[in-house]
C-alpha cells in the first residue's frame, strides 16, 4: 500500500471516479460520508460532515497519511445547505483531525470561486463577489478555513485545486447528474432526438475529463512539491455549440441516425474564457485531451439499460 487516504465524498459523482484512481494507484482508502461505499476495498466511515460530534467519534484515534475532501452540496442546492455543507462541515472536519493531523490536506474546489468568468483566468485572478453563486462563495470561504489554518498544522501540506467542468459517466447510479451540460445534452438526445441549447452557443467554458481528475490527485499526493492553489481544468476552451456537436456526432456513430441540433442565435453576452492550468501542469503532466465524444455514447448506454 502506498498510503492511507481518507475521502469525503466518495459515494459522489466526482468522488467515485476519484476513489477508483487511489484504488488503482494502490492506496488504502476509507471513505468518510452519510452512507457506506459498496467497494468492499474500501473502509467505510458513517458520519456527515455536517454533524460535529459523529465526525469526531468516527475519526477519533484514526490517522491518514492524506485527506482528501470532495464533499460538498452542489449549485442545486439552497443557500442554507450549501453554507451547512461546504463552509461548516469543512470547519467540522479540520476540528476533527486536530489531533492526528495528516501530512497532506487537498481540498477540491471549484472555478465557480472567481464569480462570473471571462477572459483570462490564473490563480492570482481576484474573485469577483459581485453576482457570484451562493456555491462559488462558500468554496472560496472553506479554502480560507484551510489556507488560514494556524501554526500547528505548518508540517501538512495543503493544497487547493479549483476544478473547471468537470464530465464523465457516473460510477454510483445513485447520483442525480443529468442537470450537466453533457449529461443534459445525451437525455435530451437520447428522449426526444433533440439536442437543444438554451444559451449562446459561441460562449466558451473549459471542460476536463474526470478520468484526469483523477490521475491529476494520485499524482498530486505523490508530488511533495504541489503547495497551495492550483487551478484545474483541462485548459483548452471549448464552445457550447463544440460540445452539442459532439454529442450529435456521438448520437448518429451510436444509434446509426442524426439528431435534431437546436441553437439559439448568438445573442447577448458572450464568455470568452481562457482558464489558465499551466501552473498545475507543470507539476502534473497530465491528459488533457477531449473525451466528449467516448463519454457522450457511455451516456447513451447508461440511458438505454
Known amino acids: 500500500m502506498r498510503g492511507k ?19 488503482n494507484a494502490g492506496y488504502e482508502v476509507t471513505n468518510l460520508g452519510w452512507k457506506a461505499h459498496s467497494n468492499p476495498n474500501v473502509e467505510s466511515l458513517i ?24 464533499a460538498a452540496a452542489n449549485q442545486l442546492a439552497d443557500e442554507e445547505t450549501i453554507e451547512l455543507v461546504n463552509v461548516k ?8 483531525l486536530q489531533r492526528a493531523r495528516p501530512q497532506q490536506f487537498i481540498y477540491l474546489s471549484t472555478i465557480k470561486v472567481y464569480g462570473p468568468v471571462n477572459g483570462h483566468i490564473t490563480e492570482l485572478s481576484v474573485p469577483n463577489l459581485i453576482g457570484s453563486s451562493a456555491y462559488g462563495r462558500s468554496k472560496l470561504a472553506a479554502e480560507k478555513l484551510l489556507l488560514g489554518l494556524p501554526v500547528e498544522w505548518d508540517n501538512t501540506r495543503k493544497v487547493v485545486l479549483r476544478l473547471s467542468n468537470a464530465y464523465g459517466t457516473p460510477k454510483n447510479m445513485d447520483v ?34 474526470l478520468g484526469s481528475v483523477g490521475q491529476v490527485i494520485v499524482e498530486t499526493i505523490a508530488n511533495p512539491t504541489i503547495d497551495g ?39 447577448g453576452d458572450l464568455v470568452n474564457l ?12 497530465f491528459d488533457a485531451s477531449n473525451h466528449l465524444m467516448d463519454e457522450a455514447k457511455k451516456l447513451f448506454t447508461l440511458l438505454a439499460s
Open 229 to 267: 492553489v492550483y487551478n484545474l481544468g483541462s485548459g483548452k476552451s471549448i464552445t457550447l455549440a463544440g460540445v452539442a456537436e459532439a454529442v450529435a456526432t456521438a448520437y448518429q456513430e451510436y444509434f446509426g441516425m442524426p439528431a435534431k441540433l437546436q441553437m439559439p442565435d448568438a445573442k
Open 89 to 96: 462541515g469543512t470547519q467540522n472536519l479540520i476540528v476533527a
Open 176 to 209: 442525480d447528474t443529468w442537470h450537466l451540460l453533457l449529461n443534459d445534452l445525451c437525455s435530451s438526445a437520447y428522449q426526444k432526438g433533440e439536442i437543444v441549447l438554451k444559451s449562446a452557443p459561441n460562449s466558451q467554458l473549459d471542460m476536463i475529463w
Open 5 to 23: 487516504v481518507l475521502i469525503t465524498g466518495g459515494t459522489g459523482y466526482v468522488g467515485g471516479w476519484v476513489l477508483e484512481s487511489l484504488l
Open 274 to 285: 481562457e482558464f489558465d492550468c499551466q501552473k498545475l501542469k507543470a507539476h502534473v503532466p
Open 47 to 70: 458520519a456527515s460532515i455536517t454533524d460535529q460530534e459523529a465526525i469526531h467519534q468516527a475519526l477519533s484515534n484514526r490517522y491518514f497519511d492524506t485527506v482528501l475532501h470532495l
